[in-house]
C-alpha cells in the first residue's frame, strides 16, 4: 500500500483489488466521448493477466489503474482519477506508484492512449512517458476530439 497525504486529506493506492463499475463507466463514458469506435474495439481485446491499482481518499475510491504484464512490458493502458480530484498531483501519485512496481518485478512500462487525448498526452510526457510508436489506420469521415 501507497500513501500521500495532502490537502488535509490522506490518500492511498492498493493493489489486488477489484475496480468499483463507477469508476470504469466514468472512464469509458469520456473515452467514447473520444472515438466509440476504438472504446468497442478496445473493450472487447482479451488482456490475460492483470494488476489493478485502486485510489483511495480516505476510504472513499478515486481512482484506479489496469497494468497488464507480459514478458518484457508492463502495458498500462488505463489511468483515470475522478474529475473532481484532478488537478491535485493524483494521478502522478498513482502513476510513481505503478512505476515503482514495475521496477520491482524488473519490466519497462508502455502505456496506451488515443492521439486525439490532449489531456492523457500532456500528462505522460510531463511524467517523462513519450510516444515510440503510433498505431496508424485509415482516416474516418468523423474527428476524434473531444467536444
Known amino acids: 500500500m501507497h500513501k500521500y497525504n495532502d490537502f488535509g ?17 466514468s472512464f469509458l463514458q469520456t473515452m467514447s466521448n473520444i472515438d466509440e469506435n476504438l472504446l468497442t474495439y478496445y473493450t472487447n ?7 489493478n491499482f485502486l485510489l483511495f481518499c480516505e476510504k472513499e475510491p478515486i481512482g484506479y489503474a489496469k497494468l497488464f504484464e507480459d514478458k518484457e512490458y508492463s502495458l498500462l493502458t488505463e489511468i483515470f482519477i475522478k474529475e473532481e480530484f484532478r488537478e491535485l498531483s493524483l494521478g502522478t501519485f498513482l502513476l510513481n506508484c505503478i512505476r515503482e ?4 518485478i524488473q519490466s519497462s512500462l508502455r502505456t496506451v492512449t488515443l492521439p486525439s487525448d490532449r489531456v492523457a498526452k500532456n500528462f505522460y510526457e510531463a511524467s517523462g512517458i513519450t510516444a515510440r510508436m503510433l498505431l496508424m489506420e485509415e482516416k474516418r469521415d468523423h474527428n476524434r476530439y473531444r467536444p
Open 9 to 25: 486529506f490522506a490518500f492511498t493506492v492498493e493493489t489486488d483489488k477489484e475496480i468499483p463499475n463507477n469508476l470504469t463507466e
Open 45 to 51: 481485446i482479451e488482456f490475460i493477466e492483470s494488476q
Open 101 to 104: 512496481y514495475v521496477q520491482t
